[in-house]
């Protein structure tokens, strides 16, 4: 519903999938007055549940409630693999749930890091690991999204593979003539302005590098909670001149903001690989990141500069940055060097070697077999758990019973174009 990083994940996937010769449906939840079913580019079939988000545009968890409706879209699509993207989808959890109940194939990928120590994160750790019992395989973007994965919910490492993020090439190409005149020097910072951003981190260091080179110019784009604290540090250290707020950007602009700089910073506190980067050096930009996550995987050292998440670390790897600048020749350079590390038709390909070597190949498990599964998952917890997927498929039995699937209407499928 949104557009974001996991998103456009799922949107490019997709459509590289259909030029593969795959069919591929979407299910997400209703947003706005848009419900129903919607066609995109190459027939890529949008399912939007008429399922009210609950909060962080996550839909309320009912574990059983939404059973009845998918039941009849997976079988309407005739469907062979399920695949749920990132930790803190209920929609996506709740499906692969259904689905391999309905006894088809299922595979997760994660987007996101969680710690160990905090009462969200144990409780985000402790669902995963029930539901990705019922995958057969993870996928994740980066080694150390992966190795993070595989502690939180006790996976087999031989599970989980790495298939990175990767960029639309075409669309982010270079263009050093939008770039200020010398002697002036854009850095540019596109995100959504929260605490996991980094936003302490930008308001920290911004009037710090303005003080220290006066040809310094910022171009902020994004919205978020975090917003004041920019607009108050604008006009408390009066950056009005230097400091440019471009509010939220649509992502079909984000090149247009991105070809007028020379820098780009990201700052966030956790990443488990960072499209944002991968996008800037695309277009030709020197990056500065925090040294967070999986963001040491992404770049090669010529094309970034990596600072540990504070703030003088943070202007000091800004202001190497600044003298190590590369000519504006380089940025058609980067921008190939881009193209051939990170390509959507490569993750689409590896992604289809999953399904066929690693899932497709996987025996059906008898219900016993699958219940048991489950106590692995805590003494206690397991058994619930081992009670909840009974009772999912109890109601899938009597869903079968008061509506076979035979008698379900088969979806017509539209041609690509």
Not at 224 to 234: A, S
Request: proline share 6%; charged share 20%; net charge neutral.
């Amino acid at each position: 519903p949104g557009l974001g990083g996991v998103e456009m994940h799922i949107y490019q996937l997709s459509e590289c999938l259909i030029q593969r010769g795959h069919k591929v449906i979407v299910l997400t939840h209703m947003r706005g007055n848009r419900q129903g079913v919607r066609y995109m580019r190459n027939g890529l079939k949008v399912y939007y549940l008429p399922f009210l988000p609950f909060h962080d545009n996550c839909t309320f968890p009912t574990f059983l409630s939404f059973f009845p409706l998918i039941r009849k879209v997976l079988i309407r699509e005739d469907v062979d693999i399920v695949h749920g993207h990132q930790a803190t989808s209920n929609l996506a959890h709740e499906c692969i749930l259904h689905a391999r109940t309905m006894g088809y194939h299922t595979v997760y990928t994660d987007h996101s890091l969680f710690g160990f120590a905090d009462a969200a994160c144990i409780h985000v750790n402790k669902l995963l690991k029930f539901f990705l019992t019922n995958v057969e395989h993870c996928i994740c973007v980066s080694h150390t999204n992966r190795e993070n994965l595989v502690l939180r919910a006790a996976l087999n490492p031989s599970d989980v593979s790495v298939i990175p993020n990767a960029v639309d090439t075409r669309r982010f190409q270079p263009d050093a003539s939008q770039r200020s005149a010398e002697p002036w020097i854009t850095v540019v910072v596109v995100s959504r302005l929260t605490y996991r951003k980094g936003v302490d981190l930008l308001v920290g260091a911004v009037p710090v590098i303005c003080r220290r080179h006066p040809h310094v110019r910022w171009l902020i784009g994004g919205s978020g909670p975090k917003q004041l604290l920019l607009d108050e540090m604008i006009e408390r250290e009066n950056l009005h001149d230097r400091v440019e707020l471009l509010g939220a950007v649509p992502h079909e602009d984000v090149r247009k903001v991105l070809v007028r700089g020379h820098i780009f910073l990201n700052t966030s506190l956790t990443e488990a690989f960072c499209i944002a980067i991968v996008e800037a050096a695309a277009c030709g930009l020197m990056v500065v990141s925090t040294n967070v996550g999986g963001v040491p995987e992404v770049l090669p050292p010529h094309m970034t500069r990596l600072a540990a998440p504070r703030v003088d670390a943070v202007v000091e790897a800004l202001e190497d940055a600044l003298l190590c600048l590369p000519p504006a020749e380089a940025a058609e350079r980067f921008h190939a060097e881009v193209k051939e590390m990170y390509s959507w038709q490569d993750v689409a390909h590896r992604t289809e070697a999953v399904y066929r070597e690693e899932v497709l190949r996987q025996p059906r498990l008898s219900l016993r077999q699958r219940l048991l599964g489950f106590l692995h998952v805590g003494p206690v917890s397991g058994k619930l758990f081992m009670l909840l997927v009974a009772l999912d498929t109890l109601l899938y039995w009597l869903l079968e019973w008061l509506q076979p699937a035979s008698e379900v209407q088969m979806a017509w499928d539209a041609p690509p174009w």
